[in-house]
C-alpha cells in the first residue's frame, strides 16, 4: 500500500527569501514549542549548521532533522526524526513560491511514512500537527489584506487515504463539487476537471485577487474531500503572462 504524502499550504505576508528566513534562521521565534518539541518546557529550536536542533534550559539538545538540499530562497528538504534517531526519520520539503507582491506561498510536503512502526497513526497525527506549525508561521508574518492584483491559481487533486476505490464514486467527490460550484458562484473559476492520463487526479484552476488567496487556499483545504482525505491538495501559483480575456 503506498501511503499519499501530507501537503499542506498557506500564504504569508513576506517576500520569498524572508519566509525563508523565517523558517531557517528565525524558527524558534514562532515554532509552537508547547505543543510540538521534545522537552516542551524552557526550550529553544534553531538551525546549527545543516541540522536542526532543539535545545533544553539544562542544555540537553535533540536533533530533530538534517538538511538534505538547500535552493534559497525557493525550496528547503531535511530528513524529520524529532524524539527518534535518524533511523526513523522520514523526508520534509518546504517550498517558498511568491504569489503576488509581498505575498509567499509556503507548501509543506510530508513523505516516508513507511519508517513509523504504525505509518497510518503517524500520519494521521502529522497532518494535524502541520496545520499549527503553519498557523504559526502565518500568524508570524500575517498577509496585508491590499493587493488589488489578480492571481493565478491551480489547484492541484491526488488521490488521498480514503481513495480506495473510484475517487469519483466516493460520497466525498460530491461534497467536492458543491466545493467547485461554490468557486463559480464567487465569479473566480477559471477551469476544472479530472486528467485523463492520470486516474483519480484532477485540477481546479481560479483566478482572485491576491488580497483574497489566503482565503481560498484556506478554503480548499477545508473542502470536506481535501479534509476527509479523499484527495490531496497541491496548490501552484500560476504566472499567467497572456490572459485569453
Request: hydrophobic residues 45%.
Amino acid at each position: 500500500m503506498t501511503i499519499p504524502p501530507i501537503v499542506r499550504q498557506v500564504v504569508v505576508g513576506a517576500s520569498a527569501s524572508d519566509a525563508y528566513a523565517a523558517w531557517t534562521r528565525q524558527i524558534g521565534t514562532w515554532w509552537p514549542l508547547q505543543r510540538h518539541s521534545v522537552y516542551k518546557q524552557d526550550t529553544s529550536v534553531a538551525f546549527v549548521d545543516d541540522q536542526i536542533v532543539e535545545t533544553s534550559s539544562t542544555g540537553e539538545t535533540a536533533t530533530w532533522g538534517t538538511v538534505i538540499s538547500a535552493e534559497p530562497p525557493s525550496s528547503l528538504t531535511f530528513t524529520w526524526h524529532p524524539g527518534h534517531g535518524a533511523e526513523r526519520a522520514s523526508t520534509v520539503t518546504v517550498d517558498f513560491v511568491p504569489i503576488g507582491a509581498d505575498r509567499t506561498l509556503v507548501r509543506l510536503t510530508h513523505t516516508g511514512w513507511e519508517v513509523f512502526a504504525e505509518p497510518l497513526d503517524a500520519r494521521e497525527e502529522y497532518r494535524g500537527g502541520w496545520v499549527g506549525v503553519l498557523a504559526n508561521l502565518r500568524a508570524a508574518l500575517p498577509p496585508s489584506s491590499g493587493g488589488a492584483e489578480d492571481v493565478w491559481l491551480i489547484l492541484e487533486a491526488a488521490p488521498g487515504l480514503a481513495a480506495t476505490g473510484s475517487v469519483f464514486a466516493h460520497p466525498l467527490f460530491a461534497e467536492h463539487l458543491v466545493f467547485i460550484d461554490k468557486l463559480k458562484a464567487d465569479g473566480v473559476l477559471v477551469a476544472a476537471g479530472p486528467l485523463p492520463d492520470e486516474p483519480g487526479h484532477g485540477q481546479t484552476i481560479i483566478r482572485v485577487p491576491a488580497s483574497e488567496a489566503a482565503g481560498y487556499i484556506d478554503a480548499a483545504h477545508d473542502d470536506p474531500a481535501v479534509a476527509g482525505d479523499l484527495l490531496v491538495l497541491r496548490v501552484r501559483p500560476w504566472h499567467v503572462m497572456v490572459p485569453g480575456v
